[in-house]
């Protein structure tokens, strides 16, 4: 089974349908079997890693350069395939039959709890980027209207999905001015995903649904499309968009946005880009009556509620097999879900950099019986900001560890501003040679686990 789209089928060179700097992208990567693994993503450096070594006006042309280069070209848009894309992502996953699917909003910790119970994980979106000529970080206005025309051609082609665009300049910096995001929603499950469910998902197994229920201001547009300032991973609020937030009007001018419009006041809220179509849940309740499986809902509006109910889960799953009280405390792309299990490792994994995140970390690790041993890998985020969590805040984190807590040194050297490759997850985890990744929890206890964990506000099992 190919890992490959054709192009023929979509118009669009292999590698550059989904987005390679995006979460999704390295947690579908990370999601697999370290020996069924595509090591062009693993150890690519993402584009706002690249180059520290040159000056920063140079550096900063040579990043556009390099960001249009990777996005999918604008008269390719048209051709961009879904069902194609689809088979790409579900062809990562080789097993004859699978206890269980995850699917849904792209989380960390879905991936961990997947491999918790040796089940496949399929995100319900996927972002694409698309050159922006003469584009500007500030003028999200002009981005809108660019990512609405842009929309209008994949939906053209594929009604079955939905288009939410997303302009951030927290999180991406000058570069949301050479290209645009959109988040490309599957409104149906895809053929791909389908058949996967039909003929690989085990007699008796389960369906997970992980949806992230937070909402954001959005603005609609052309039917299909919809368009939002920021996003909720970034660790900021939709209300600090604006001007009158003077650490954000300073990080504009960081990036060079020489003007930004405030967005309108009362937009409508609606679920936020990483939620996916919630006509999903009706359809996997119709496949899981249909073929007699389980289905289960993992809702969140915290997504670092739904990490501390994983790693809890991981304690119990990893405590009869070693012993060892050692925790990993991933951020962003540093994740590699297989050699923390090799590890004896129970994982926390932060969605993001930001201050309040490391509080909910601390706060997590505050309230939980003590580790010996806590290594953090935190993701240098690639911009600068007044609610970027300092390495202190981060050693703090560590500092939580009876006997040993660590941050990575070579993460250390190029936080904040030098993303690295997210492989680095996988060569900063040595597996323990004295432990022994237990057998998968079967699906059925994992639901019971978390759902019985009531210390969790902002998290529902059902």
């Known amino acids: 089974m190919t890992h490959d789209v054709d192009p023929a089928q979509t118009g669009v060179p292999d590698g550059r349908v989904m987005c390679a700097d995006s979460l999704g992208r390295t947690l579908l990567a990370m999601a697999v079997p370290p020996e069924h693994r595509r090591d062009d993503i693993l150890t690519r450096v993402p584009v706002r890693g690249r180059r520290g070594e040159l000056p920063e006006s140079v550096r900063r042309l040579v990043l556009a350069a390099e960001a249009v280069d990777e996005a999918v070209p604008e008269d390719r848009v048209a051709h961009v395939d879904v069902e194609a894309v689809a088979r790409w992502i579900a062809g990562h996953h080789r097993a004859e039959s699978y206890p269980a699917v995850v699917l849904g909003s792209p989380h960390g910790a879905a991936v961990h709890l997947a491999v918790a119970c040796g089940a496949a994980w399929l995100p319900t979106s996927f972002a694409v980027t698309v050159p922006w000529t003469g584009g500007s970080p500030g003028d999200w206005v002009a981005a809108r209207d660019r990512g609405g025309r842009l929309a209008e051609r994949i939906l053209a082609r594929n009604p079955g999905v939905s288009v939410r665009q997303v302009h951030d300049p927290v999180l991406r910096g000058a570069l949301c001015g050479e290209t645009v995001t959109l988040h490309v929603q599957w409104r149906t499950l895809p053929a791909a995903y389908l058949e996967l469910l039909g003929s690989r998902l085990a007699p008796g197994g389960a369906v997970v649904l992980v949806r992230d229920l937070r909402t954001w201001p959005v603005l609609a547009g052309p039917a299909g499309f919809s368009f939002q300032v920021g996003t909720p991973t970034s660790g900021w609020s939709a209300a600090d968009h604006t001007l ?80 060892r009280r050692d925790a990993l405390v991933g951020i962003g792309r540093m994740i590699d879900p297989w050699h923390a299990a090799d590890s004896g490792l129970v994982p926390y994994w932060c969605e993001s950099s930001s201050r309040a995140v490391a509080d909910a970390a601390e706060l997590w690790l505050a309230g939980s019986p003590p580790f010996d041993r806590i290594s953090v890998l935190p993701e240098p985020p690639g911009t600068l900001h007044e609610e970027t969590a300092s390495l202190g805040h981060w050693r703090s984190v560590a500092a939580f560890a009876l006997r040993s807590g660590t941050v990575d040194k070579f993460l250390a050297s190029r936080y904040p501003l030098l993303p690295t490759a997210p492989g680095h997850a996988s060569r900063a985890l040595t597996p323990s040679a004295d432990h022994r990744r237990p057998e998968p929890m079967p699906i059925s206890e994992v639901v019971r686990h978390m759902a019985g964990n009531g210390s969790v506000p902002g998290l529902l099992v059902v």
């Open 244 to 323: 009158d937030n003077h650490a954000f009007g300073r990080l504009l001018r960081g990036i060079g946005a020489a003007d930004w419009p405030d967005p309108p006041t009362g937009q409508t809220r609606r679920y936020a880009e990483t939620s996916g179509d919630p006509a999903l849940d009706t359809q996997l309740r119709e496949i899981v009556a249909a073929t007699g499986s389980a289905g289960h809902r993992m809702l969140y509006t915290d997504p670092q509620a739904f990490s501390a109910g994983v790693a809890d889960l991981y304690r119990a799953w990893l405590r009869p097999a070693g012993g």
